[in-house]
């Protein structure tokens, strides 16, 4: 029988050649190795532990870039940075449409603006880190408020920037000034005489109109319990409620000091921030120059006094008396 893949001769009843291994019936070659499977290919192994080695180093230069940016805050650009260096001091306000000297209001304010993305607002003493960007001439500060990030823009100029604040719903146009610059005097940005008389006219962080010392003597038409003159003086709260609630926490209570010049102050935990006060119609009202805008009126009777206001956060009203 010959072969007819080789054309070799082959013993009859032979199931494959002698010569190629071609098995009779028209079937596959005989594959004296056997049927192990082919060998595959070290390249495309050695391909993919590549591919993988640089997907995995591109993933955690993310994660570090996402971390840098959550915890040292946005990429401040050298330029930026030198160009917000230094402390940022509140010079002046305008306030339905008036200006104001920052020094009168007794509201010390200021910003610093950090390389990494933070700026440091110290107010009173007291200091919180918000994010800051600069675009041109904009600058963005983000402020968390009920829970979310708000941004706040200014409008940067020769070594001052104007922001624009919201207190209890009014809005305000707030000037920082770098210091130790020409911008930082308030001056340039309250007329001279309204520097002068904003002493005892000083206008109120809550955009109300400016509050007059009463100067009429209100003890010709004001029984002596209830003049002006007996408001002046030192009143501690011996007792008040917050939202209706009865108030535990002796820190909650305030002290006031009412000034015959028409300037008051409030201690409050402990920490103690300026205002004015009026006495008009048989009512005394007291605003506070913190960063709420606190305001408070009520009555006076004797060596005793109630007051009923809103300090930003909690309808509040304070007994209180006389020291």
Known sequence: MRCPN?????????HFCG????RFG??????PQGNMPPKKSKGGI???IVIGSVVAFAL?????FFLVSHFLGGRISSEDAKAMDGTWEFVAATIDGKKVAAKDTGTPMSFVFEKNGKAIYTLNGE????KWEKDGKLITIYVEEDG????????????YFTLQW???????ELIFAKQGTDAADPKKYVPENTIASSQTTPQTTDGSSQIKKNTNSQSNTQNSGSSWNNCIGTWKATSGTAAGQEVTNPDFLATFVLSGDGTASQTRYRKTTSGIWQYEGGEVTIIIYDAEGSSYKGTVSGNQMRLSGDDGQYDITMVLSKQ
């Open 19 to 22: 010569g190629c291994g071609f």
């Open 60 to 64: 955690v230069g993310l994660l570090v």
């Open 166 to 172: 919201n207190v209890n719903g009014k809005e305000m």
């Open 127 to 130: 200091s919180e880190k918000y």
């Open 26 to 31: 028209n079937q596959q070659p005989y594959n």
């Open 6 to 14: 080789c054309g070799r001769e082959t013993q009859g009843g032979a």
């Open 148 to 159: 979310k990030e708000k941004g706040h823009t200014a409008v940067l100029s020769d070594n």
């Open 46 to 48: 050695i391909a993919l």
